[in-house]
């Protein structure tokens, strides 16, 4: 393994351990609004979640000495640019890096929906994040409606994403209610229903 990778395991496995000994850590349940947030915007501006009301967003948390996040990102930008215009927006939020560090990181990868700065990992905690990447879907009406954990591909993401797109404000979303968990990359993903 590359010390890059290996150093990155290491951090997970720490944040694990130091947030399970910091008491219980709050657990988002699908149907529960989500955590508001207003964060920086790499480069200029500030990203509120309550402005996207109306929207289907999935909040995305990552780092990029994570070994999946690079070729996932990639992965969801052709579904971003595809879903954008009936409502979906992908939120890159980066968990506790420096923002020229991040800036480098996204030039490389080259997507194009917004990465947002999350330095000291408060936004991540609120939603109870142990472990990245995760993804939350947020439906129209700000209520949590599914997530992915691990690596997501294209088509698991637009199988939670479509639903929530089609479904109009206020519709309880019971189509997108099921979490998907990929704990190894390749691995088939396995509904999980909360």
């Not at 990102?73 to 927006?89: A, C, I, K, N, T």
């Amino acid at each position: 393994m590359k010390p890059r990778i290996v150093f990155g395991w290491i951090l997970v496995m720490l944040v694990m351990l130091v947030s399970g000994c910091g008491g219980e850590r709050p657990r988002l349940v699908s149907g529960e609004p989500a955590p508001g947030f207003d964060l920086q915007r790499l480069g200029e501006g500030r990203v509120a979640l309550d402005e996207l009301s109306g929207s289907v967003v999935a909040v995305r948390f990552w780092a990029d000495w994570c070994p999946f996040c690079r070729r996932e990102m990639r992965e969801l930008e052709p579904v971003y640019q595809r879903l954008h215009d009936q409502g979906l927006e992908i939120l890159a939020v980066n968990v506790g890096q420096d923002p020229e560090h991040v800036r480098r990181f996204v030039e490389r990868v080259g997507y194009s929906y917004p990465t947002l700065l999350d330095p000291d990992s408060a936004v991540a905690r609120r939603f109870g994040v142990i472990a990245i990447p995760v993804t939350y879907f947020i439906d129209r009406d700000g209520i949590v409606r599914g997530k992915i954990i691990g690596e997501s591909d294209a088509a698991t993401f637009e199988r939670m994403a479509v639903p929530l797109l089609r479904s109009p404000a206020s519709a309880n979303g019971s189509e997108a209610t099921a979490m998907a968990n990929l704990p190894t990359p390749g691995a088939n993903p396995s509904p999980e229903h909360q």
